[in-house]
């Protein structure tokens, strides 16, 4: 199992809009690197919901349930998307502010490429991710 994080602004589509609707496409992506994260996702992976721009912290966590293809809302066919299923709250919000005081995390990506919207997280950045949000299962 590999772990990630996608980002996502929540006035365009928060954590509660993931929740009520369950099962939903990771579209919209349209930066390359990120494209190539998404195509290495795989059915099982799990993928902590990240709030940009507005609250800038990890607020839920995700599991794909589908891996890439071609994302409808591109205009052409060289996206992709993939489907991630509601797997629970992050009781405690992890912030940006916590994430980059926090030594062990200094080589994230997110923290070292800070636009990239899906980034790969290690085993060992996700455990201690998990325990800062309080989560009762870290894997």
């Known amino acids: 199992m590999a772990y990630w994080l996608v980002k996502s602004e929540p006035d365009a589509f928060s954590w509660?809009?993931?929740v009520a609707n369950g099962v939903e496409p990771w579209t919209?992506?349209?930066n390359h690197q990120a494209k190539k994260n998404l195509a290495s996702m795989?059915?099982?992976d799990k993928a902590f919901f990240y709030h940009s721009n507005v609250q800038r912290a990890i607020v839920g966590v995700v599991e794909?349930?589908?891996?890439a293809y071609?994302?409808?809302t591109a205009e052409s066919g060289q996206w992709v998307c993939v489907d991630v299923k509601t797997v629970e709250a992050v009781p405690l919000p992890v912030t940006l502010?916590?994430?980059?005081q926090?030594?062990?995390l200094e080589d994230m990506a997110l923290i070292r490429q800070s636009r990239l919207s899906v980034c790969p997280v290690s085993a060992e950045h996700w455990r201690i991710l998990s325990q800062m949000g309080g989560l009762?299962?870290?894997a």
């Open 70 to 72: 071609p994302d409808p």
């Open 136 to 138: 009762k299962t870290p």
């Open 97 to 100: 502010a916590t994430i980059k």
């Open 28 to 30: 919209g992506v349209r």
């Open 42 to 44: 795989k059915v099982g």
């Open 102 to 104: 926090t030594p062990e």
């Open 64 to 67: 794909i349930v589908r891996e």
């Open 16 to 18: 509660d809009e993931q």
